[in-house]
């Protein structure tokens, strides 16, 4: 996806998204190499700039999601939800 995409698909669940936030993580998901950013190919306007996950940034995505299932197991064991 490119930047734009990716912010207007956030709004969607977190409306307060600010451009600049997000600008900023992808910069800094580029660096620690769990993305990769490279120019599209577009038949107008200027040429956007798309983002992916390496391989990396997917083994990175695997284990924050396991975290995200383990925390939301033991809320909703202990009652909260």
Do not use: V
Request: aromatic residues 12%.
């Amino acid at each position: 996806m490119y930047g734009y995409e990716i912010l207007r698909r956030l709004h969607t669940a977190f409306p307060d998204t600010q451009e600049s936030a997000i600008y900023a993580q992808l910069r800094s998901l580029c660096k620690q190499a769990y993305t990769e950013s490279y120019t599209g190919q577009t038949s107008e306007g200027p040429a956007r700039k798309y983002y992916r996950l390496t391989p990396q940034g997917q083994l990175q995505l695997n284990k924050r999601l396991d975290e995200w299932r383990r925390l939301r197991q033991t809320l909703t064991e202990m009652g909260i939800e």
